[in-house]
């Protein structure tokens, strides 16, 4: 590419390059910055339909960087949260990037919450999770002085940090050289196989690649799909609403308090964050919706939601979790029933606290028995990786994952 500006995206038409990355979230660029460090040479073409970076999964989080506490010891998320935290503080540090390792605080509201604070913990120690400590409700008031609980885990190496700030830095550093480049308006349509390198059917054209990797987040599958490949795993989109705290009432908090997490569905409940930009978030809920990016309160596709509703997986799913989901829509509905949720941590919360903040979707990805599908998950054809699979804390590990995949590159591609 040393002859072309990175600018001109439609001549890549007429040229190979090494690898393509298909989303331009932060797991798609993360993936495209590590394979430009390893293969220093590699020409790199992301192709993403918005028209700008971290459009969606990235961009409507809560921007937590999470410490890995919670996950299965020995798991693809305890050990790439904790390595991708390391490097995520580093490349912020190193390029300017808003972060902040302020630490939370993880809260049993009641004498029944003890044994599984007690497990949070135990998992924290084998996951090796520097600084984490048992504090009591003393200690918790000097920390956050309007939260009451019995008994808290305080983990200092959490923090907050500016994700699509993050896409743009590795957008950026790809770039710099002219031999990466991100195609913005690049939905992609098709995926092939031909002798010795991918087709990608994206916008009005089509690109070649030697390798592809799909990051595509919301729509994996349905990339997956588009390349022939029939993974069982079917995305399910679920939406988490927010609320954000008005200004005179920031003081409420101080750090990240989160609740004890239900042990049998993947959502950590309703919490409170500060975040990198300013604003302190509260939430979110967990409900499914009808539309794979469908933020607003009522949004609906037939094609997604026949989609989804058809899946036995679905069904199957629904019907272990139906309860949870009637409190999840309460909450959606009444704003009473939020703070109520909210009220478990900090009392003095009321409903005039409150205002509303942008939504955020989430990919589900389940199995045909209904299980949801708990750790980061790829498959793979010939020339291709599929990141079927990245729930949180993916952005946290954004970085090992990249890793990860370029580990997965080398080994699979024979590179």
Not at 16 to 44: E, N, P, Q, R
Not at 99 to 105: A, L
Request: hydrophobic share 35%; proline share 5%.
């Amino acid at each position: 590419m040393a002859d072309e500006s990175p600018k001109s995206p439609f001549n890549s038409t007429q040229k190979t390059y090494d690898f393509i990355i298909v989303g331009a979230g932060i797991v798609g660029l993360a993936t495209a910055y590590k394979l430009h460090k390893k293969f220093s040479d590699a020409t790199i073409l992301v192709l993403e339909k918005e028209v700008w970076v971290g459009a969606h999964q990235t961009g409507k989080n809560s921007g937590v960087i999470h410490s890995g506490i919670y996950y299965k010891p020995g798991s693809y998320k305890a050990k790439n949260c904790r390595d991708g935290r390391l490097q995520l503080v580093d490349f912020c540090n190193e390029h300017e990037v808003a972060m902040e390792v302020c630490g939370k605080v993880i809260v049993a509201t009641k004498e029944e919450e003890l044994t599984r604070l007690d497990g949070i913990y135990e998992r924290g120690i084998q996951n090796q999770i520097e600084g984490i400590g048992m504090i009591d409700p003393s200690e918790l008031a000097e920390i956050e002085p309007h939260v009451k609980g019995v008994k808290a885990i305080h983990v200092p190496c959490s923090g907050i940090v500016d994700y699509v700030g993050m896409c743009d830095h590795m957008m950026d550093i790809i770039e710099a050289d002219g031999r990466g480049f991100v195609q913005f308006g690049a939905r992609v349509h098709a995926i092939r196989e031909r002798s010795s390198e991918v087709l990608v059917q994206a916008g009005n054209s089509t690109y070649k690649g030697r390798y592809l990797i799909n990051c595509a987040g919301l729509y994996c599958d349905h990339v997956a799909k588009s390349a022939g490949l029939n993974s069982p795993v079917k995305i399910v989109p679920f939406k988490g609403e927010y609320y954000e705290l008005k200004p005179e009432t920031e003081y409420l908090v101080k750090h990240l308090i989160y609740p004890l997490p239900n042990p049998e569905f993947p959502f950590l409940g309703v919490h409170f964050t500060r975040m990198a930009l300013g604003g302190i978030e509260c939430g979110p809920n967990a409900v499914f919706v009808f539309k794979r990016e469908g933020y607003e309160k009522f949004a609906f596709d037939f094609k997604e939601s026949l989609e989804s509703l058809t899946f036995p997986g679905f069904w199957k799913m629904a019907t272990k979790h139906w309860r949870m989901g009637l409190d999840e829509y309460k909450r959606s509905f009444s704003k009473e029933a939020f703070v109520r949720g909210l009220q478990t941590l900090i009392p003095e919360v009321r409903s005039h606290h409150l205002q509303d903040s942008p939504a955020g979707v989430r990919a589900m990805a389940l199995q045909p028995d209904g299980e949801i599908l708990d750790d980061f998950y790829f498959e793979r054809a010939e020339r291709q990786i599929h990141v079927l699979n990245a729930p949180s804390p993916a952005a946290t590990a954004c970085l090992s994952l990249g890793d990860e995949l370029v580990r997965k590159c080398e080994s699979d591609f024979d590179l």
